[in-house]
């Protein structure tokens, strides 16, 4: 788990095949609702330029509009809770979700939020 302020390269002082998963949270660990970090964005593409075969999880203020700029990046798990409980529809959000993560396949490397 890679904290907002951790840097991408900490994850590389441990040998890759110990892990499955590389876990970036972009809130500070401690409750839900948090508004997203989008300064902690880079680090996807970098985990994922160097470490291509493993899965990259992104927690914490995830939404339509930061799981989209998270998939663009490299992203494969996208963890929702407030934006998902909080939803009038949940089904619509998690297939808003899911469309935008398939759209931000064919679209890599987003301008930001």
């Known amino acids: ?3 907002p302020d951790t840097p991408a390269d900490r994850v590389f002082f441990f ?3 110990l892990y499955d998963e590389i ?3 972009f809130v500070h660990p401690g409750f839900c609702g948090q508004a997203f970090i989008p ?3 880079p680090k996807i593409a970098e985990l994922r330029d160097r470490l291509p075969d493993k899965d990259i999880s ?3 203020g995830i939404d339509g509009t930061s799981g989209l700029e998270c998939a663009r990046r490299g992203a494969n ?3 929702s809770g407030s934006y998902l409980y909080d939803a009038p529809d949940m089904a619509a959000s998690i297939s808003e979700l899911r469309s935008g993560a398939k759209e931000a396949v064919s679209h890599p490397q987003g301008d930001g939020i």
């Open 1 to 3: 788990v890679l904290n």
């Open 15 to 17: 040998d890759p095949t």
């Open 23 to 25: 876990l970036c949270m």
């Open 39 to 41: 300064e902690a964005l």
């Open 58 to 60: 992104v927690d914490g």
């Open 77 to 79: 798990i996208l963890i």
